[in-house]
């Protein structure tokens, strides 16, 4: 069984930074195409950055594309949201998410692709 588990929220002034962790264990994490997502009250769950199995590629949502990198550590099983810049519409719970049926360079921006998911950490960032 897959179990993701996200650390590294909190409460943040705007323009401040945050680094997000997620620990993958459970299967192969070089197996893995993985993504960080976020959920507002009232809103539905939207994409946030993603990374390829091979790490060569990402994605970014508009929103954050410039302000959030997200990357891989396949020594530690990990995937980071590192998060500058951050705006108070950033607030939401972030979930990390992850798919191993998908091809080595694929990026998955789409929550439905995902298989797994972790339980969300809240980030919340004041004005």
């Known amino acids: 069984q897959v179990q993701l588990v996200e650390s590294g929220g909190g409460l943040v002034q705007a323009g401040g930074s945050l680094r997000l962790s997620c620990a993958a264990s459970?299967?192969?994490?070089?197996?893995?195409?993985m993504g960080w997502f976020r959920q507002s009250p009232g809103k539905e769950r939207e994409f946030v950055a993603a990374?390829?199995?091979?790490?060569?590629?990402?994605a970014y949502s508009d929103s954050v594309k410039g302000r959030f990198t997200i990357s891989r550590d396949y020594a530690k099983n990990t995937v980071y949201l590192q998060m500058n810049s951050l705006k108070p519409e950033d607030t939401a719970v972030y979930y990390c998410?992850?798919?191993?049926?998908?091809?080595?360079?694929?990026?998955?921006?789409?929550?439905?692709?995902?298989?797994?998911w972790g339980q969300g950490t809240q980030v919340t960032v004041s004005s």
């Open positions: 990374i390829s199995r091979s790490g060569g590629n990402t």
């Open positions: 998410a992850a798919t191993f049926t998908v091809g080595f360079s694929r990026v998955i921006v789409n929550p439905d692709g995902m298989d797994y």
């Open positions: 459970g299967r192969s994490f070089s197996s893995a195409a």
